[in-house]
């Protein structure tokens, strides 16, 4: 998460979906974004000096989208899933935004929960929406990790249209 937040367009705001104790938005807050972080429960996301975190409460799963109309620089996603409302990130992206999603994939269900396929990435499926919405793709990886606790995962970095910023990604290899 942390290699691709400075690709966010410059003063764009940030939308932390799904956002649980707020650890990403903390992170866009303290690279001076404004973020608005948004899950069911807000109540443990902590405000940063500054006051850049904007928090509310909202139902993530309704058949109404209640971020409708919204549109943002950089969208981050972790540890959530919910197809019925995948394909409108993209949509809500300004033109150089970047999606940052990274949730468990099938596979996973042998190290325990998330065990519920509705809850789990099908392969490529991360590729398939930004293929489907032109996003560029940065990065990708669909594999196992052993921290914080062995999962199998996917992640994405992608970018509508082109980038504003350099890349200053290190290949680990």
Known sequence: MKRFASLAPKNSLVLDLAC????HARLFADLGY?????????????????????????????DEWPLQGKVFGAI??????????????????EEGG??????????NAQFGRPSNPN????????LTLAAHHGLKVV????????DPKP???QR????KGVLKEHIPLQFQG
């Open 20 to 23: 649980g104790g707020g650890r």
């Open 76 to 93: 981050v996603v972790t540890n959530y899933l919910f197809r019925p409302h995948l394909d409108r990130l993209p949509e809500m992206l």
């Open 34 to 62: 404004p973020v608005l972080a948004v899950d069911q429960d807000v109540s443990q996301v902590s405000q940063t000096k500054e006051g850049r975190i904007i928090s509310q409460a909202m139902d993530l799963e309704s």
């Open 139 to 146: 990065a990708y990886e669909d594999l196992y990790v052993d």
């Open 156 to 159: 994405l970095c992608a970018v």
């Open 119 to 126: 809850f789990l990435l099908k392969p490529g499926e991360l």
């Open 98 to 107: 970047i999606l940052i999603y990274e949730t468990f994939a099938q596979g």
């Open 151 to 153: 999962a199998m995962v």
